[in-house]
């Protein structure tokens, strides 16, 4: 089956500091999604992907789908504390809106 | 963004009790909710697939008998862990499509400590 492998598995950074982390596929994806996870929480949406190129911001984050359709990366601009938290991309082939997840990436940032 | 709200978010049982979570959309109809299992520090197991009206789809290794599923409703899907074990401890999370859109919205997710 698909797998989706992110990287880095961590990271610990100084606050100020970008960040980026990227999900690569072994096969294509029609929609690429970015969640956060805080915890004892459920993952929360940060920014949806749709088409094979797509550079789409939000706030300090931006993500872009790859234009093979087989990855994606996630940039965090001057990151501050309450960005620490585990960070997953999501692969989606519209089958039945199934996500396959990332490994995650835990990010933790020193003030 | 659409709100899916799960609780218990923290539940404590005793060995070969039976615990219940449930998952309910907000403002919104999912004819499908789709229930994860994540263990520390790893990432989010797939368990199975709740159809309004009809059976669930278990992934593979999933015991339907252990972890009951029930969609009665278009905005409510429940979970029942059966005869709970030690092992069963972890954290369980819910989510559902929004409508017309291939975004998965989270429940708050429900830790689970099987004494």
């Known amino acids: 089956g698909q797998q989706l492998n992110q990287s880095p598995q961590s990271m610990f950074i100084q606050e100020g500091e970008d960040v980026s982390m990227n999900c690569t596929s072994s096969s294509i994806f029609n929609t690429w999604l970015w969640y956060k996870q805080e915890p004892g929480e459920g993952p929360v949406l940060l920014i949806a992907l749709y088409k094979a190129g797509e550079l789409t911001s939000n706030g300090r984050l931006t993500a872009q789908f790859g234009i093979t359709r087989k990855d994606s990366f996630l940039n965090i601009s001057a990151s501050i504390p309450s960005d620490v938290g585990i960070y997953f991309c999501a692969g989606s082939n519209n089958a039945g809106n199934m996500l396959t997840f990332g490994g995650g990436t835990r990010l933790m940032v020193k003030p | 963004g659409a709100v899916v709200s799960q609780h218990p978010s923290r539940v404590i049982c005793k060995s070969g009790t039976s615990v219940k979570i449930e998952c309910r959309s907000l403002d919104f109809q999912a004819t499908t909710m789709f229930w994860y299992r994540q263990f520390p520090k790893k990432s989010l197991m797939l368990m199975a697939t709740s159809n309004e009206g009809s059976k669930a789809t278990y992934e593979q290794g999933v015991e339907k008998d252990k972890f009951l599923i029930n969609h009665a409703s278009l905005t409510l899907s429940t979970l029942t862990v059966t005869s709970a074990h030690p092992e069963d401890s972890s954290f369980y999370i819910c989510?559902?499509?929004?409508?017309?859109?291939?975004?998965?919205?989270f429940g708050s997710g429900t830790q689970l400590s099987v004494l």
């Open positions: 989510s559902a499509p929004g409508q017309g859109s291939e975004k998965l919205f």
